[in-house]
């Protein structure tokens, strides 16, 4: 029968300093740490957030290296998208295309302080 995958449980983001990378998903994207918020016990000084976005989970960790420009990348829906923008600006958050209009949406492409993607998305 083989392999049958059946939901994406979390999408995790590599980070190389968690109280920076919490300044940025907390600080300036607002999202609340769900209750998986700790250090990894099997390895020591290497810690795990998890934040509930709908019915979705981010998970941020320094237990591996950052992905940088190679890396995946993940996309948050906002209410309002011109707002969302000028939000990040004024919190120096790296904008790699401002404004990608399509029939069916609207985008802007970020980057966090390691340089993961981050796509800022408005369905029209």
């Known amino acids: 029968m083989g392999l049958q995958i059946t939901e994406i449980p979390f999408v995790g983001y590599p980070v190389s300093d968690m109280k920076r990378a919490r ?3 907390e600080g300036i994207l607002g999202l609340q740490p ?3 918020d700790h250090e990894i016990k099997e390895m020591p000084g ?4 998890e934040y509930e976005v ?3 989970t981010l998970a ?3 237990a591996w290296g950052p992905s940088g420009q190679n890396g995946p990348s993940i996309a948050f829906e906002v209410e309002h998208f011109e707002d969302a ?3 990040l600006k004024t919190q120096g958050v790296k904008i790699v295309a401002e404004c990608i209009e399509t029939p069916v949406c609207r985008m802007a492409l970020i980057e966090d302080w390691d340089g ?3 796509t800022i998305h408005k369905l029209k």
């Open 23 to 25: 300044e940025f998903y």
């Open 34 to 36: 769900g209750e998986i």
């Open 46 to 49: 290497k810690y795990w957030v």
């Open 54 to 56: 709908g019915s979705h």
């Open 60 to 62: 941020i960790s320094n």
């Open 85 to 87: 923008l000028e939000h």
């Open 116 to 118: 993961n993607g981050i």
